[in-house]
């Protein structure tokens, strides 16, 4: 195991192997069976790029090889940053088959963040687009690599700038095999981004075997088979349209994966119709407004089976409503990217499917609710939600004084939710930690707080919630100026922009005070500003 990483105990590691939860297949291996069984089977369609399993393996095992001919060797990190499409696929499994580790970044993340990144996970690589959107990531990759002097590639899926490395010149034929050995399934296959309460995010370890488990365990659940054709709307790179069940699960059972090229509904319904869609994965925000399209009423979506929502919990309304206009059936998916996965079944009652934020797809996950006192609390009663299981991790990495805090002596990971379980399922009411979810995105309070108070004009600062009908939640900026300065909202986000963050942590609203109610224990009282600003209850 690489070091920093925290691994499970050999009593529970032992258990795991022996009820068939843990495997010996890495993430390559599920791609290579997949293509031995279907060879000429359409894998993944982006665009007019249609690639079969075969096709698929074959530029996957030659990129690979180019990777390593390049200097890259196991357990290198690569800070990951493709955009959505058939080459995010084929350089993620690339890695995977080499035993490098991909730290996966988000498109919205900027250069403050894939700095952290990069430092915090020892990264040798960076992999960004060209240009998306507008956006020269070329640029930005240069930027980092002057303050990450570790970063010995620049790598660039499509055309790389001078001193930069493309994806597609480590490629020069389809036929080249790498020579490097496989990984052994208990090794760090990936290093995904927690929510990040205290700042910046931290780095979470997923070996083959364990992000493997809860692939294949939501896939079961999902109904994933040979006929399934998944679309990926969201970014892919995300743990949610990633592995829950996402396009690993997809890939793992032989089934075909849709990358949309957009998330409007005139793109995405369309999608749905033309590709004989039945599974897509979406979000709060795109929920409400596909859902309010008039394509709905127009479209064929006889081949959609399942609309799939997490990120952030879905009113029952909308629920409703989901099955109602898109003529099928409704999955909540509530999880998080530490591990547990919960969804309803599609077989579960209505009311179940319309309230609850499912149960735990695997048999071996454990969930408790306690008490501030860490009593477990009997069903129906709200408190904190912790976890273990075999695709749950034991720990951060690089992290022991964040771990003696977010993991119980017994190996539980407190989630940080409020919940309450009724006959195995699970109902959110709340969180516990100080994070925003802004329609699945989760934003740091204290990290942009930190951001705000590098502005000359601001004494104090603090981020709150406050409730959106489309998003759930929006970050507000209530500020204490210095005496004799004035602020505006855009004048604060002009100088946000200069920080290099992400533009959905971008404050939505701002709110100038004179002080700040504060605790006993000198604490901003949170709660007290939401309610004096009527931001409402979250």
Not at 159 to 174: D, F, H, K, N, V
Not at 218 to 237: C, I, Q
Not at 411 to 417: A, C, K, N, P
Not at 466 to 476: H, L, S
């Amino acid at each position: 195991m690489l070091d920093g990483c925290v691994t499970w105990p050999a009593e529970f590691a032992q258990r795991y192997r022996d009820q068939g939860y843990w495997g010996d297949a890495t993430l390559f291996d599920v791609l290579a069976n997949a293509a031995k069984a279907h060879p000429d089977k359409i894998a993944v369609v982006d665009g007019d790029c249609r690639r079969s399993y075969s096709q698929l393996l074959r530029n996957v095992e030659a990129l690979a090889a180019g990777l390593y001919s390049m200097g890259l060797r196991p357990n290198d990190r690569v800070v990951f940053q493709l955009a959505n499409g058939a080459p995010l696929v084929e350089a993620f499994f690339a890695l995977a088959r080499i035993g490098a580790i991909a730290v996966l970044a988000l498109p919205a993340h900027r250069k403050s963040e894939i700095a952290h990144f990069a430092r915090a996970s020892g990264a040798v690589a960076l992999m960004v687009p060209d240009v998306v959107r507008g956006f020269d990531y070329r640029d930005m990759a240069r930027d980092v690599a002057a303050e990450c002097p570790d970063l010995r590639y620049l790598l660039v899926d499509g055309e790389a700038a001078s001193g930069q490395i493309g994806l597609r010149s480590l490629t020069p034929s389809s036929d080249a095999s790498c020579p490097c050995p496989q990984p052994a399934a208990e090794e760090v296959a990936l290093m995904l981004l927690s929510g990040g309460t205290t700042g910046l995010p931290k780095l979470i370890p997923r070996t083959h075997t364990d992000y493997l488990c809860g692939s294949l365990q939501s896939a079961r659940v999902a109904g994933f088979g040979t006929d399934t054709v998944f679309l990926a709307v969201l970014p892919m790179a995300h743990n949610y349209t990633l592995g829950a069940p996402g396009v690993v699960g997809a890939l793992a059972c032989g089934g075909t994966l849709v990358i949309a090229p957009a998330t409007a509904a005139e793109v995405v319904i369309p999608l749905i119709a033309s590709e004989r869609v039945t599974v897509i994965s979406a979000a709060v925000p795109l929920a409400a407004k596909w859902l309010a399209s008039d394509l709905l009423d127009q479209a064929d979506l006889s081949s959609l089976k399942v609309f799939m929502c997490g990120g952030a919990k879905l009113a029952p309304e909308l629920r409703r409503r989901v099955e109602q206009k898109f003529r099928c059936l409704y999955q909540e998916s509530y999880g998080t990217a530490e591990g547990l996965l919960n969804m309803t079944r599609l077989d579960d009652p209505e009311a179940v499917r319309m309230q609850s934020s499912g149960r735990p797809v695997s048999p071996a996950d454990e969930i408790r609710i306690v008490d501030p006192q860490g009593r477990e609390m009997p069903d129906g009663q709200t408190g904190e939600l912790q976890v273990r299981g075999p695709y749950t991790i034991r720990g951060y990495y690089r992290a022991p004084e964040i771990n003696a805090k977010a993991f119980t002596p017994d190996g539980f990971y407190r989630m940080g939710d409020v919940a309450r379980k009724t006959g195995g399922y699970l109902y959110l009411e709340g969180r516990i930690k100080e994070l925003i979810n802004r329609g699945g995105e989760k934003i740091s309070c204290e990290e942009i707080e930190n951001h705000i108070l590098a502005h000359p004009g601001i004494e104090s600062a603090c981020v709150v919630a406050m409730p959106d009908e489309v998003f759930g939640e929006k970050a507000c900026a209530v500020v204490v100026l210095r005496p004799g300065r004035k602020l505006v909202l855009s004048e604060l986000l002009e100088f946000l922009k200069g920080q290099d963050i992400a533009r959905f942590k971008m404050p939505e609203r701002l709110e100038v005070v004179n002080e700040f109610p504060i605790s006993p224990a000198g604490k901003i009282l949170r709660r007290e500003i939401q309610l004096a600003l009527k931001l409402g209850s979250t």
